[in-house]
């Protein structure tokens, strides 16, 4: 006889603190390595972007129904993350604001509301991206196509934001800072493709000892061969 399908069994309130515990765990071994700056991975359906979806999340109980509770997980770890990442330091998320599906805006307009729970709650940054909690999205991929997205969560929730997506040229990221559009460009691929995509940045910016972005011993041999 062919097998009953697999049935995704839901997490208990236990499996939820155990989880949240985690993240804690994981900012504290963060601290104590050195690292000055966290950010919470809360998109692309992973699973704080999975309690947050209309389309994943089905809970009847606390965690699930309305926006409440279905942010609920996102807040509860942000503030328990808090317990051991210190407020001098910058605590930032990475959340999909947008699904791009039939209900879009209202997805939008919920993480608007969202955000600004998360900001009360002591979140600095959002990094601005794709929920990717549905595979009916049609994402209108091309370039920068992220950055009018992130403008308006800046606009709408007074966040300082990011975001990355397609972003490669050095005189887009540049313009973009400075008309205010953005408070960061993140870059993912483009420093996979390049990891001295900063420095050549720079040069084509015409930035005043460019070599300077690099780390001090390579500054110091490019200014050295400059001269030479």
Known sequence: MPSAPHLPIAMTTADIKRTQQ??????????????????????HGFLAQNFLSRHSNNRTDQYGGSLENRARFLLETVAEVKTVWPESLPLTIRLGVFEFDEHAELSFSESIQVLKWLKEAGVDLVDVSLASSTPGEQVPWGPNFMVPYAERVRQETGLQVATSWHIKGAQDADTFIREGRLDLVFLARSLLANPHWAFHAARELKIDESEAVLPTPYAYWLKQWELT
């Open 22 to 43: 985690h993240f804690s765990d994981a900012a504290g071994r963060a601290l104590r390595a050195g690292f000055e700056w966290l950010e919470l991975h809360f998109a």
